[in-house]
Nanobody, 120 residues
């Protein structure tokens, strides 16, 4: 199983970016998916999650600016980031709880990370 995150880049403050996270491999089911980020010198923090029923939740720091969505048929999740601020600069990682064929439980998988840089 692989999680492939993409869509990062350099954007000016106030701008927008859309990140994607695609899961592939021997997947039977995906439960919760989420986005995390890690800024230089800081611990990785939760940005938000989305259930397999499509219910999102967000960290206070991104509420009203970021939107998480997913397409279960495509095993894909997106993070729409608007009104970006310099403090949003970080490597963004996607995470998913995945039940693979032949497994007996959900396991957590991580994507490789994509860099988001917001200039002031």
């Amino acid at each position: 199983v692989q999680l492939q995150a993409s869509g990062g880049g350099l954007v000016q403050a106030g701008g927008s970016l859309r990140l994607s996270c695609a899961a592939s491999g021997s997947i039977f089911a995906i439960n919760v998916m989420g986005w995390y980020r890690q800024a230089p010198g800081k611990q990785r923090e939760l940005v938000g999650t989305i259930t397999n029923g499509g219910r999102p939740s967000y960290a206070d720091s991104v509420k009203g600016r970021f939107t998480i969505s997913r397409d279960n048929a495509k095993n894909t999740m997106w993070l729409q980031m608007n009104s970006l601020r310099p403090e949003d600069t970080a490597v963004y990682y996607c995470n998913a709880d995945i039940f693979t064929y032949g497994s007996s439980r959900y396991e957590a998988y991580w994507g490789q990370g994509t860099q988001v840089t917001v200039s002031s």
